[in-house]
């Protein structure tokens, strides 16, 4: 789906003018392909669920690297336990963990959930999970089900809602 | 083999009678008397073969059979889409498919004789003005007809009245002193005066005859409406077109647009009486030169894939009806091609594939005796991980502008309907905005003014509704006529 840059209106890509307000979505459309990097990596086959993963929490934390093309921004986060991914940073003594904040790289809009995914460390390596989001995670293009580890690997393309965002180790 | 076929060697059509046959073979032999002149001679031999299969009836079934085949084709269509390429992704996208339906240029403008059917609103509403310029422009019309046309006249209110029986267009006088005689009284009943005027049409011989019935009405047609739609249908199986023209602001739009679908004819708004004639005259004009009748685009869409919105564009802009098993796109007529446009929706798919969109087109060819044509086309839509970017073909960019002008205003009705009076606002404020970036100035003050009166009111008028609706209607076929410059007729 692409958004319209004058209503907002949510409309088919491909479309030629906005059914809402009639802005000509041509050029928008030009534009927006042109922003998407990474294409050698974007489109790995889907990889198959990690039954059962065992989480390991390392002493040492790995940095992991966040990079988000549409704003440019660039994350490292070190990875012991667990790095929760979404727009808001639940501030409890209870819960440490890491958090990757992606307000900054207009998530509200893109349509990032709270609380959208989580990475996790385990005896299989890296493993993304998405947590019940409204707009849904994806790997390399390929939906996955909610609260399903899937394994991650280095160089692949994650996308919040519509917020692509590549990942690095 | 000679691309000359038996009956050209006879110099006969294919419709010849053996008598036909013996006589030009007869006549054409007699220059080979001499016996020189046979020997090798690829035209005698031609001559002879000529009559040994035409003479035969059982091998001349077999040789007319093969020859509509080679027979060069009547109509071509073409097809051109938004895109050829699309992003894999996860959600559906849109294609557009621009069909084209045009004669060969070097088509016979035999013109055929018009069976032409006046089924005309008397109703109370209707006297004074309208009906006066009704009566004249029904007088033009008769002069503009061809000798050998038939007309037939019903008037119709709450009954219908025969003004002139099926009629030769020779016998003008007659014909007009009877138009002069309608007298307005009683209302609208538009079933009535829909089958007096097909049951009349039914008398002539329909299938040497371009059939259409046009009909004119200044008001709601109450009860009936169903009725009127199931005979518009059978009419349409008849070969009757028909098309339907509201006058003033007190009819129902959306009940024509039905009525005229099932031929694939034109529905429009006449603002002012006297434009009647402008409207009548357009819709007769290359009437009797048609091409192809009944064309229809069968759907058969695969499953990855859902139509979503049909509409034709040339040689008039109405929209499509998309039911039932073949969409109907009525006929191919003087004026130049037929033109349809496709939205088409493609679902997601998971890995890069190819989907192949077929259409059919089936028409009855007037020129070979109304004979079945079939026009296939096909495109493929490939499913690719980076696509190039590819610009979409000008003449889509400007039909889908124009038309997506005209989809915002029927969508503000649908929010008014739903009680959703704000969206309806906005959407009004919006189409004025693009009307006035298309330089469509009349169209743009009509919606504003609109857009105040549902402000204050909360509600449109009736004939501004019509005006929009059928104005950005019309700026659709005019925006793809400019380039479309057929010869007149």
């Not at chain 2, 693009?434 to 919606?447: C, K, N, P, S, Y």
Request: hydrophobic share 35%; net charge negative.
């Amino acid at each position: 789906m692409i958004r319209c840059k004058d209503c907002g209106a949510s409309q088919y890509e491909g479309t030629l003018y906005c059914s809402e307000c009639g802005r000509n979505l041509l050029h928008d459309q030009r534009q927006a392909t042109d922003v998407l990097p990474f294409s050698e990596f974007a489109h790995r086959s889907p990889p198959p669920p990690v039954a059962e993963p065992e989480i390991i929490n390392l002493n040492e934390g790995k940095p992991i690297t966040f990079v988000v093309p549409s704003s440019r921004h660039r994350y490292t986060i070190l990875l012991s336990t667990q790095i929760k991914i979404g727009r808001a940073f639940e501030d409890d003594s209870e819960n440490s963990d890491p958090f990757l904040d992606l307000t900054p790289d207009n998530g509200m809009e893109l349509g990032v959930s709270r609380i959208h995914a989580l990475l996790q460390w385990s005896n299989q390596g890296i493993i993304i999970m998405d947590l019940n989001s409204t707009n849904g995670t994806f790997l390399n293009n390929h939906h996955l089900p909610a609260r399903k580890p899937y394994p991650l690997q280095s160089g692949d393309e994650l996308r919040f809602g519509e917020l692509l965002v590549h990942v690095f180790f | 083999m000679s691309s000359e076929s038996y009956y050209d060697a006879l110099g006969l059509p294919t419709s010849a009678t053996l008598k036909d046959i013996q006589k030009a073979f007869a006549a054409l032999i007699g220059k080979f008397s001499e016996e020189s002149s046979k020997v090798s001679n690829p035209e005698y031999e031609k001559l002879l073969q000529a009559y040994e299969v035409l003479s035969d009836k059982t091998r001349r079934e077999i040789y007319d059979s093969l020859l509509v085949e080679t027979s060069p084709p009547a109509l071509t269509l073409t097809v051109q889409s938004s895109r050829q390429k699309i992003k894999l992704t996860d959600s559906a996208q849109t294609v557009y498919f621009l069909l084209e339906v045009i004669p060969p240029t070097h088509a016979t403008r035999s013109r055929r004789p018009i069976n032409l059917c006046l089924a005309l609103d008397r109703s109370t509403s209707m006297q004074g003005e309208r009906l006066n310029c009704l009566k004249t422009a029904v007088e033009l019309i008769i002069d503009k007809l061809a000798p050998e046309d038939i007309i037939t006249i019903i008037s119709y209110s709450d009954r219908a009245e025969i003004v002139t029986e099926p009629t030769h267009i020779k016998n003008k006088n007659t014909i007009i002193s009877h138009i002069r005689n309608i007298q307005a009284s009683g209302g609208t009943e538009i079933y009535q005066g829909l089958l007096t005027g097909i049951e009349q049409m039914r008398q002539m011989p329909l299938q040497n005859y371009i059939n259409h019935l046009i009909l004119l009405t200044d008001g709601h047609t109450y009860g009936d409406a169903d009725q009127c739609i199931q005979l518009a249908q059978k009419a349409s199986q008849w070969n009757i077109g028909l098309s339907a023209f509201g006058i003033g602001s007190e009819w129902n739009d959306l009940f024509l647009d039905q009525l005229v679908a099932p031929s694939g004819g034109r529905s429009a708004y006449i603002a002012e009486p006297t434009q009647i004639i402008d409207f009548l005259q357009d819709r007769i004009k290359g009437l009797g030169i048609v091409h192809g009748r009944n064309l229809r685009l069968k759907k058969n869409l695969p499953e990855k894939v859902t139509l979503q919105y049909g509409f034709k564009l040339l040689p008039f802009a109405q929209p499509l009806e998309l039911e039932g098993s073949e969409i109907k796109l009525g006929n191919l007529e003087g004026k130049g091609g037929v033109s349809i446009l496709l939205e088409i929706l493609f679902h997601p798919q998971e890995h890069e594939s190819k989907i192949t969109i077929p259409f059919e087109i089936t028409a009855e060819i007037t020129e070979q005796n109304n004979q079945q044509q079939k026009l296939s086309a096909q495109i493929q839509i490939i499913h690719a991980n980076n696509p190039p970017a590819a610009e979409p073909p000008q003449d889509i960019v400007k039909a889908v502008r124009m038309l997506n002008m005209y989809r915002m205003n029927e969508k503000v009705w649908e929010d008014l309907e739903a009680g959703h009076v704000g969206a309806a606002a906005t959407r009004l404020r919006r189409l004025t905005t693009r009307l006035l970036e298309a330089g469509e100035i009349q169209l743009a003050q009509q919606a504003n003014a609109e857009t105040e009166r549902l402000a204050n009111v909360g509600e449109l008028s009736e004939e501004g509704r019509k005006r929009l609706k059928f104005g950005t209607r019309a700026m659709i076929g005019q925006t793809m006529k400019i380039e479309d410059t057929h010869d007149p007729l």
